[in-house]
């Protein structure tokens, strides 16, 4: 298989042009698209409206309010709870009638004080308000290798312990979005497995008043269903998701890690708030099927599109920032890039990227 940096490189300006537009992608596969600009311009194009009504599920990570404006598009206060809300019309209009939006958010603190901010809840209850869509399910993502934060209160002061842990909300429109949690069960525990082999347990009432039945764990229903917290240690990881073909293991393996590889090797900055591709799977899984289509608005280095390609879903993402957006290019194989646009060019090393690619690879230097 050819690879960047050894069979293919990128050239492209630190910008693109200013007039670059908006409506056309950076880059295409097979099954997606990205395209840079700020989402709240590029879902209002034509040629983005087109695709209302069709989105299986949004599922994004948006910027969360910081106390101090480091990042793109980072607003604060009253500024930031309208910004975000105003995308919950907007999204919805993407949706299939039993379609899904998930949204993954990590905790905000007060600027200067040991005390967390409800900014971001407060816009997560007017972004329910402004879409009229239902909560169907919160989830908590514990990070358990997340470095202590906030440092000043945490590791300086001592008077708060780690934060490690965010937020997700699945929202749609509708009671009963399209769902199947038989998609991403679990390995059985030991204890699990031995009892549905043995068949002998104990039946009969608990004290939180659950009556176990005689021939309830008998069944073997192929794995267990997971809870809503997701990624502690306590509980089997997302890696041990038992459901066919889990692409989990090999992208979030530290050297195979294909995207940092890329962005270490040209010196440029490596997406600083990546969410695992394990937490992509586990919603695409859950909530869509094969040939459905996937929204993400704020997509970073593009993990969604990437579990979503290996997934076999459609997807689309937009991306604020130039080079967050053409650096995702590297987490598809250069023989999947089917198209570019005219300020990201894709240049051939070797010959040996020509003879072991087929006729048809697509190769882009305009
Ligand atoms: C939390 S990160 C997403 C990370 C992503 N899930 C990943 O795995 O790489 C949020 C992203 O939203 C982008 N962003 C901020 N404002 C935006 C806007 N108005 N439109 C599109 N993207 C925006 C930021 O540049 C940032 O890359």
Redesign the pocket.
């Known amino acids: 298989m050819a690879n960047w940096g050894k069979h293919y490189d990128i050239e492209t300006p630190e910008k693109p042009r200013p007039r670059r537009r908006l409506s056309k992608p950076v880059y295409r596969t097979a099954l997606g698209s990205v395209y840079c600009g700020?989402?709240?311009k590029v879902l209002r194009t034509n040629r983005l409206k087109e695709l209302h009504g069709q989105a299986q599920l949004v599922f994004?990570?948006?910027?969360f309010p910081l106390n101090t404006k480091k990042r793109?598009?980072n607003k604060q206060g009253d500024k930031y709870i309208r910004w975000f809300a105003g995308f919950a019309p907007l999204l919805k209009e993407f949706l299939t009638p039993d379609g899904s939006i998930v949204i993954e958010i990590g905790n905000a603190w007060e600027r200067g004080r040991p005390v967390m901010s409800t900014t971001v809840l407060k816009a997560f209850l007017r972004f329910l308000e402004r879409g009229g869509l239902n909560l169907c399910q919160e989830f908590i993502w514990y990070n358990s290798a997340r470095l202590p934060s906030p440092v000043e209160w945490v590791n300086k002061e001592r008077i708060r312990v780690k934060d490690a842990f965010t937020r997700i909300w699945w929202m749609s429109p509708t009671d009963r979005p399209k769902a199947d949690n038989r998609r991403v069960l679990r390995e059985y525990s030991d204890s699990m497995k031995k009892l549905i082999e043995t068949g002998k347990y104990n039946a009969g009432p608990r004290p939180a008043q659950h009556h176990i039945g005689a021939e309830s764990f008998k069944t073997n229903n192929n794995g267990a269903i997971p809870p809503n917290v997701l990624g502690s240690d306590e509980l089997p990881s997302l890696n041990e998701l038992v459901t066919p073909s889990s692409i989990i293991k090999a992208a979030n393996t530290g050297s195979r890690d294909g995207y940092r590889d890329f962005c270490r090797g040209r010196d440029v900055t490596i997406?600083p708030?990546?969410?695992p591709p394990s937490l992509a799977e586990f919603f695409l899984k859950f909530l869509t099927d094969e040939g459905d289509l996937v929204i993400d608005?704020?997509?970073?280095?593009?993990?969604?599109g990437a579990v979503a390609e290996e997934l076999g879903r459609h997807w689309v993402s937009?991306?604020?920032?130039w080079d967050?957006a053409t650096h995702s290019i590297s987490r598809f194989d250069p023989e999947a890039i089917t198209e570019t646009c005219a300020d990201l060019s894709i240049v051939q090393l070797d010959q040996a990227a020509a003879s072991s690619s087929s006729a048809a690879l697509p190769l882009f230097t305009s």
């Open positions: 700020e989402s709240e994004t990570s948006p910027p793109y598009g997406h708030a990546r969410m608005p704020f997509a970073g280095s593009n993990t969604t937009v991306e604020a920032r967050y």
